[in-house]
C-alpha cells in the first residue's frame, strides 16, 4: 500500500513519548489478553496485527457490550476484563483534536461504522514503525474512540512482556 505523503508527515509531526499506565481488555472465553487482531478493525487494516485496549474499565467493558450488539448471534461465552500494566518507550499521540485533524480525521470518523479513514491512519502509522524513514520507531498508538473515550492500540512485542503481569477478572451481570 501506497500512504499519503501528507499522511505521514503529519504523523511524524504528531507529538510522541514515553507512556507507563494501566489499561484494560476485554476478551471472551479463555482468549488470552495478548491475542491478536489480525481480521481487521476500526484502526487496522486485515493482515495488520493490533491489539486493543482501554485506559478506562468502563472503556473495556463498552467495547465488550458493542461487539455483542452488532452480532447476529449473543456469545455465549463468558466475558473477562484484564487489566494490563504498560510500559511503553514511544507512543503516539492521537489524542488532541488539532493532531487528529492534521492526520485527516474527525470526531464522524471516529464514530463512524466506516472504518476506511482511521484504517488509513492506522496502515500508515504501522509502515512507520517499521521503516527507516520515521526517525522515532512506535511501540503504540492512541487511538481515540470517541471525543469523551480514548484507547490505545499496541503492537505485539510491546505487550507480550505485560501480559504476564496481566489480571483477569469476570464481567459481571451478563
Request: glycine share 6%; charged share 20%.
Amino acid at each position: 500500500m501506497i500512504h499519503r505523503p501528507e499522511l505521514l508527515d503529519a504523523l511524524q509531526r504528531a507529538p510522541a513519548g514515553p507512556l507507563e499506565t494501566a489499561a484494560w481488555r476485554h476478551m471472551f472465553g479463555m482468549r488470552p489478553p495478548d491475542l491478536e487482531n489480525t481480521g481487521g478493525a476500526r484502526w487496522n487494516p486485515p493482515g495488520v496485527a493490533a491489539i486493543y485496549l482501554s485506559l478506562a474499565r468502563h472503556g473495556a467493558i463498552a467495547e465488550g457490550d458493542h461487539t455483542i450488539a452488532v452480532q447476529p448471534f449473543r456469545p455465549r461465552a463468558r466475558r473477562f476484563v484484564y487489566s494490563i500494566e504498560l510500559t511503553l518507550a514511544n507512543v503516539l499521540d492521537l489524542s488532541d483534536a488539532a493532531v487528529l485533524q492534521r492526520v485527516g480525521l474527525d470526531d464522524q470518523d471516529l464514530a463512524d461504522d466506516d472504518h476506511t479513514a482511521c484504517r488509513e491512519v492506522g496502515a500508515a502509522t504501522a509502515w512507520l514503525s517499521t521503516t527507516d524513514c520515521s526517525s522515532r520507531p512506535l511501540e503504540a498508538r492512541p487511538t481515540p474512540l470517541s471525543s469523551t473515550q480514548r484507547t490505545k492500540r499496541l503492537t505485539p512485542r510491546s505487550l507480550t512482556a505485560t501480559a504476564r503481569n496481566s489480571r483477569p477478572s469476570a464481567v459481571s451481570g451478563f
